[in-house]
C-alpha cells in the first residue's frame, strides 16, 4: 500500500529553535509538495518540486522557511528561528509529475506547536 | 489572481438526505480540479479529477461535476461515515500549483 509518510507526526518546541521535517514521497512519485494547513488560512502551498528541484517556493517565508531534496526518497521541511505563528499542520504531498494532471496524494502531516 | 471558493462553510444532513457542495473557481486556464475528502488528524484524501467542463465522475455516494466556472459534488443518500470536510481545488495550466478552497464541513446525523 504505497502512501506518503512524514515524520516527526508531532513536534513541540521553544520559540527559536530549528525545526525540521521530512517526507518519503511515494516510490516513483517525481513530484513532492509542501502545505500549511491553519484554521485561519486553511491549506497554503508553501513550496513544491519536481524531479527534486525547486519549482516554486514563493508561499514560503525566505527569511526562516527552507526545503530541499537531498534525494529523490526525502523531502525536507526546515523552520530556524521557528515562531508561535508558525504553529500548524504542515503536509506534504507527491504527484506522479508526468500524468498531465498530477493528482497529489497527502501524508498524515506533521503537527507543530511553537511555545 | 486566482481564487477557489467553496459554500456552505458547513452542512448539516439527516441520514439519507441527499445534497450538494459548491466550488466555484477562478484561475487562468485549467488543468484540473480535484476533489478531496479530509477526516479530523488526517491528510486529505483524493477522490476526483475533473478535467474540462461537462464532465461527471462517480464514487459510491458522490458524484463530482464540473462547469466552466464551478463544480458540485453531489452526495446522495449520505451516511454518517460520509462526515468530514470536502476541499476543491484547482491546479492552473502552465505548472503544477495548485489553489484550495477552504472547504466545508459536512455532519451527516444517524
Known amino acids: 500500500d504505497a502512501r506518503v509518510t512524514q515524520t516527526p507526526r508531532h513536534k513541540v518546541t521553544e520559540m527559536g529553535q530549528e525545526v525540521t521535517m521530512r517526507c518519503q514521497p511515494i516510490l516513483g512519485h517525481n513530484t513532492v509538495f509542501w502545505y500549511r494547513q491553519t484554521m485561519m488560512q486553511g491549506l497554503e502551498l508553501l513550496a513544491y518540486?519536481?524531479?527534486?528541484?525547486?519549482?516554486?517556493d514563493s508561499g514560503m517565508p525566505k527569511d526562516r522557511f527552507s526545503a530541499e531534496m537531498p534525494d529523490a526518497t526525502l523531502a525536507t521541511l526546515k523552520i530556524q528561528p521557528s515562531e508561535p505563528r508558525d504553529s500548524a499542520v504542515y503536509f506534504c504531498a507527491s504527484g506522479d509529475g508526468t500524468s498531465n494532471y498530477n493528482e497529489q496524494f497527502f501524508g498524515p502531516g506533521t503537527r507543530l506547536t511553537v511555545l | 489572481e486566482d481564487q477557489v471558493t467553496q459554500s456552505p462553510e458547513a452542512l448539516r444532513l439527516q441520514e439519507g438526505e441527499s445534497s450538494s457542495l459548491n466550488c466555484s473557481y477562478t484561475?487562468?486556464?485549467?488543468?484540473?480540479l480535484f476533489w478531496y475528502r479530509q477526516d479530523p488528524g488526517k491528510g486529505p484524501e483524493f477522490l476526483f479529477t475533473l478535467y474540462s467542463a461537462g464532465e461527471e465522475k462517480e464514487k459510491e455516494r458522490l458524484k463530482a461535476t464540473l462547469t466552466k466556472k464551478e463544480s458540485f459534488l453531489h452526495i446522495t443518500a449520505p451516511k454518517p461515515e460520509d462526515s468530514a470536510t470536502y476541499l476543491c481545488?484547482?491546479?492552473?495550466?502552465?505548472?503544477?500549483?495548485?489553489?484550495f478552497g477552504a472547504g466545508t464541513r459536512l455532519f451527516v446525523k444517524a
Open positions: 481545488a484547482v491546479r492552473e495550466a502552465g505548472g503544477f500549483k495548485t489553489i
Open positions: 518540486f519536481r524531479n527534486r528541484a525547486p519549482l516554486d
Open positions: 484561475v487562468s486556464g485549467l488543468r484540473g
